[in-house]
């Protein structure tokens, strides 16, 4: 068996399931696998069959301490008919180009793909020691969604999310606050979503708390984007991708293929990685970025540097100045040097900024591109792909879309991954079209950019109008670790 450690050290030696249900390593590193390509089932073995059976051969590889019943399980629940296509995540051309449609899933974005699986991976890895999971998140709108959706009415398990009041769309608001499930808790916090986040951060540190959750058999858990059961999921996709491209005849088995990742915290990206190391014949990785471009200047130049103002945009879910998964690939790509992680990230700590050694980064240009849109080129993107190929892009997919056009095609197929429904942020790409939204509500713009565009919203976000709500909790920042100790004592009683 396989066994994970932290990027920073290799002191530590756990299982999968371990891995899945700490989240994190002591020392503050990633778990990561040394060998991903060892034992890998072949590419042939991969394009077979249908997206849950690429799912089972992806998840069997990597966490390879679950039971091909217990993989076989999780796969049933996270990918049936929750999701709106049959194909979990379909391929539809645009232009000479190809959109991976990642939103299909119960909240129309792409995080659905990993937290779908992820509540059920948790509940195989915690059954046999009794412990139920609470998961605590803060969330600017669209994490916390789809975290409810996926651990809802899981067994053994709890979640509760906190957002800033006022400070989330009406449609993220009325997603959260009509989520349905005996397991789960929303709730207001009278702050700004780093308040939100710090003092979520300062509820996992909290000796006390997890003591006397402990005594009702009780563990604290996160479900952020660092989590390998959120990684690896996320894996297929790429598989799935090529197999789609292959069937249609758009690629022969063998002939390479580009991504372009629209991206905040490099979990997306990296697990086109993974399928590469794994045997997919990728050859470029794009990393887009919006106008928060750390990641830009990094793959450019080979330092990163944080310090750097942090820009608002219409991309928001991009919004992001350190990207925590880049540190798996710091891992990967200095041949697992845990020393060079460790030191990288304790510069990155301490002065807010790294540089790598010429050779990773010699390294790292071997697969990876970048290029960034900021909102201007953002909003030409959408109405100009609109314009052209009558497809319609969320603002993070534009980005993207942006980034790929601006390189010359050679032949080779290239997708670009779309990680939101349109109708998520109708009202940004309503106004890309050229409408006026001003003073128009969250509804209001789902139906005149269906009209403008004779699209139809995804029925969950429809069905969102005669939901009932049930949550309209607010407290103060000081109050959130009472109300998390409360609702996981409710939730998991
Ligand atoms: C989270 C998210 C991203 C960024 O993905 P990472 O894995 O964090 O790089 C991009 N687009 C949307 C819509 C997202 O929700």
């Known amino acids: 068996m396989t066994t994970y450690h932290s ?23 990633l778990f990561v696998r040394d060998d991903v390509a060892a034992g890998a089932p072949s590419l042939e073995q991969l394009l077979a069959g249908t997206y849950q059976d690429r799912a089972r051969l992806v998840l069997g590889h990597l966490l390879d301490d679950f039971t091909a019943e217990e993989i076989s399980t999780c796969v049933e629940a996270a990918y049936g008919a929750n999701f709106d296509s049959k194909l979990i995540t379909p391929v539809t051309p645009c232009g000479q180009d190809w959109t991976l449609e990642l939103w299909h899933g119960p909240t129309s974005a792409f995080k659905d793909v990993a937290l779908q699986m992820l509540p059920q991976l948790m509940r195989v890895s915690r059954a046999g020691d009794g412990r139920r999971v609470m998961i605590v998140t803060a969330t600017s709108g669209d994490t916390g969604k789809a975290a ?58 909290d000796e006390a708390l997890r003591a006397r959750l402990a005594e009702r058999n009780v563990v604290l858990s996160s479900a952020n984007s660092i989590n390998v059961g959120r990684l690896v999921p996320q894996v297929t996709y790429y598989f799935d991708a090529y197999a789609q491209l292959a069937a249609a005849g758009a690629l022969k088995p063998g002939d390479a293929i580009d991504f372009c990742v629209p991206t905040g915290n490099f979990g997306d990206v990296l697990a086109g990685y993974y399928a590469k190391l794994m045997g997919l014949p990728v050859r470029t990785l794009v990393v887009a970025s919006n106008a928060n471009d ?33 540190e798996r690939l710091l891992f990967y790509l200095s041949d697992g040097d845990c020393e060079l992680v460790s030191s990288l990230m304790a510069d990155l700590a301490e002065k807010g900024a790294y540089t790598v050694p010429p050779t990773l980064l010699t390294r790292l240009h071997e697969t990876f591109a970048c290029g960034r849109a900021d909102d201007a080129a953002t909003r030409e993107t959408i109405r100009a792909v609109w314009d052209e190929h009558h497809v319609l892009l969320d603002p993070h997919t534009a980005v993207a879309r942006h980034v790929l056009d601006a ?73 959130m670790n009472r109300y998390a100790e409360d609702s996981a004592v409710r939730v998991l009683a």
């Not at 310090?307 to 880049?326: A, E, G, Y």
């Not at 779309?418 to 998520?424: C, E, H, L, N």
């Not at 050229?434 to 139906?447: K, T, Y």
């Open 148 to 205: 409810l959706e996926g651990f809802a009415d899981v067994e053994g398990t709890g979640v509760t999310v906190f957002y800033p009041h006022g400070k989330v769309s009406d449609i993220q608001r009325l997603q959260m606050a009509t989520q349905r499930g005996a397991n789960v808790a929303v709730c207001a916090i009278e702050g700004n979503f780093d308040d939100a986040q710090s003092e979520v951060k300062r509820i996992f540190a």
């Open 294 to 326: 750390v990641l830009t200047d990094f793959i450019t130049t080979g330092t990163y540097d944080r310090r750097r103002p942090f820009h608002k945009t219409i991309s928001p879910s991009m919004d992001i100045l350190v990207s925590s998964n880049l």
């Open 407 to 479: 390189r010359p095609a050679d032949g080779v197929a290239r997708v670009c991954l779309s990680t939101a429904s349109p109708y998520k942020f109708s009202a940004d790409v309503l106004a890309a079209l050229g409408h006026d939204v001003s003073g128009m509500g969250g509804f209001a713009c789902m139906d005149a950019l269906s009209e403008l565009t004779g699209t139809e919203p995804p029925a969950a976000l429809s069905a969102l109008r005669d939901a009932e709500e049930r949550f309209d909790d607010v407290v103060s920042v000081s109050d």
């Open 7 to 29: 990027t920073r050290s290799r002191n530590e030696s756990l299982t999968s399931k371990q891995a899945i249900l700490e989240g994190i390593a002591q020392d503050g590193g």
